[in-house]
């Protein structure tokens, strides 16, 4: 069974940082995708960015491209999220989430079987 379990969120002023880590257990093989959704208040989830645990596959949402990167450490099955430069319009709760292989509906909340409890990250001065 597939577990994942985040942390790292919390409050950071306009123009921050935080990063966020994921940690992964359950994973069958390469071939897993592993990845972060967001929900803002009052709106639906969000696809932030996805890769894929084996390697070759990388996507970022627009709105975050220059300024989160996705990345993971196999040895410590861990994922991460590195925000710069945050904005008031990046708060939300943001999901680590995973499935088996990957898929062309990457960026929809619908593609993705497994997910973390969420972890708040509230971007205000």
């Known amino acids: 069974q597939v577990q994942l379990v985040e942390s790292g969120g919390g409050l950071v002023q306009p123009g921050g940082s935080l990063r966020l880590s994921c940690e992964v257990s359950?994973?069958?093989?390469?071939?897993?995708?592993v990845g972060w959704f967001r929900q803002p208040p009052g709106k639906e989830r969000q696809f932030v960015a996805a890769v894929r645990w084996g390697g070759g596959r990388q996507r970022l949402a627009d709105s975050v491209s220059g300024r989160f990167t996705i990345s993971k450490d196999t040895s410590k099955n861990t994922l991460f999220l590195q925000m710069n430069n945050l904005e008031s319009e990046d708060t939300a709760v943001y999901y680590c989430?995973?499935?088996?292989?990957?898929?062309?509906?990457?960026?929809?909340?619908?593609?993705?079987?497994?997910w973390g409890q969420g972890t708040q990250v509230t971007v205000s001065s």
């Open positions: 989430v995973a499935r088996a292989r990957w898929h062309i509906y990457y960026y929809l909340d619908s593609s993705y079987d497994y």
């Open positions: 359950g994973l069958s093989g390469s071939d897993y995708v």
